[in-house]
């Protein structure tokens, strides 16, 4: 056994998702019956809720629920969790709730990060830009309560466990790139770019030497790369790959369905938690996977809340786990921005890889032929290219 349970508390409502504190002993969970978070200490006990009184989620319009969804983000340090949903952007401290100094009147931001340093808070789209929004994010400076604008990103923030470098997305249906740049500084000019939009944000393993993206927006994906070079080295579908699709009730099939969006942590080892109640332990070095029991309904979140902890939602029973972990290691964001450079303002010359190959801009211009096993985003660039050709002739 290769993990040991700490505890077993009950939340007292189904959970989605779990953001932990990553310093203190808070947890920001998602309700999965309607958009509220709930703030919860270690034991399970209820700090505070944003959202609590809203409509719960209709089963009979599905593809209302992203719209719906709040997005969240934890201060670095302090106990301050900021929310935006559907009425406004919010923060919770223990004193209480309250609206977010600084946020625009009438944003409707879809995600939230603070900097690594908890001094400004970053969000996206920009509310600052009437068209179009989704170019843009803004700033919130929280000491002066100044907002500025800022590149586009989307989704989440991932903060490279020896520091000095983020990850984060920039989603679009045809293809989404993974972005890295240093924190206060412009993005690198090395992005990964995978197929087609819906991806989590990026999860880096312990010791920083990979990271995992899981997806999408089509099949229940999850790959694996390694940092600094990119280079893909694991990928797998969870669950039938491409699931049916029902055109009436805009739903997938409920096999689909079942699998949690928010169920991989990565630790020393990847972890997956799945709709049978186990957690699949993977090796990734090794290519090796171990399946252990865990709960007797499905893995609905996991996260890691320490290092060499993670916790698990079952439903809405929260189980904490101790497991291997390992030393930050500073080398791969020092490879990483030694070979590469900062991209100005504005510019979009990314170099792009898939973990397999490598595209410049200039070259991606002038693609108009691809194969059938090439990526999906790679064929549809050479049509989009081909019909443009065709056009100026």
């Known amino acids: ?54 409509a719960a989620y209709d089963p009979a319009a ?47 931001y879809r995600s939230l990060a603070f900097g690594p340093d908890g001094s400004a808070l970053w969000a996206a789209p920009s509310a600052r830009y009437e068209f179009p929004v989704w170019e843009r994010s803004d700033v919130l400076d929280l000491a002066s309560g100044a907002v500025e604008s800022a590149p586009l990103w989307d989704t989440g923030v991932a903060v490279h466990p020896a520091g000095g470098l983020v990850a984060t997305l920039r989603s679009n249906q045809g293809a989404s790139l993974v972005l890295f740049a240093e924190p206060g500084t412009g993005l690198r000019d090395r992005a990964l770019i995978l197929d087609a939009d819906g991806y989590r944000t990026p999860v880096f393993s312990a010791d920083g ?37 029902d055109d009436v009730t805009d739903e997938w099939d409920e096999e689909f369905r079942s699998w949690s969006r928010h169920n991989i942590a990565f630790e020393a080892r990847l972890w997956i938690g799945t709709p049978g109640g186990t957690l699949v332990e993977l090796d990734v070095d090794d290519r090796e996977a171990v399946e252990h029991e865990l709960a007797d309904g499905p893995v609905t979140a996991l996260a890691t809340t320490t290092p060499g902890e993670l916790v698990a939602a079952a439903g809405a029973e929260l189980v904490f786990l101790t497991v291997p972990t390992g030393v930050p290691d500073a080398g791969p964001v020092a490879e990483f921005l030694a070979a590469t450079t900062e991209v100005p303002e504005g510019e979009t010359g990314f170099v792009r890889t898939d973990g397999t190959r490598d595209w410049r801009s200039e070259d991606l211009a002038d693609v108009t032929t691809a194969e059938a096993d090439d990526p999906a985003w790679l064929r549809l660039q050479a049509a989009v290219n081909t019909a443009r050709r065709d056009r100026a002739e």
């Open 209 to 245: 030497r990979h990271f995992a993206v899981r997806g999408n927006a089509y099949e229940h994906s999850v790959e694996v790369f390694e940092f600094p070079s990119l280079r893909r080295v694991l990928g797998t579908t969870l669950g039938s790959p491409y699931p049916g699709y």
């Open 1 to 54: 056994m290769t993990f040991e349970t700490i505890a077993r508390v009950p939340a007292g409502f189904p959970v989605e998702r779990v953001l932990p504190h990553r310093r203190l002993p808070l947890l920001a969970c998602f309700d999965a019956g309607r958009p509220a978070v709930h703030v919860l200490d270690r034991e399970g006990g209820p700090r505070g809720a944003i959202g609590a009184g809203t």
């Open 62 to 108: 599905p593809w209302t629920r992203h719209r719906r969804t709040p997005a969240a983000a934890w201060h670095p340090d302090e106990p301050l969790l900021v929310v935006a949903n559907e009425e406004g952007t919010w923060r919770w401290t223990p004193a209480g709730v309250s609206a977010m100094d600084g946020a625009p009147t009438g944003a409707k």
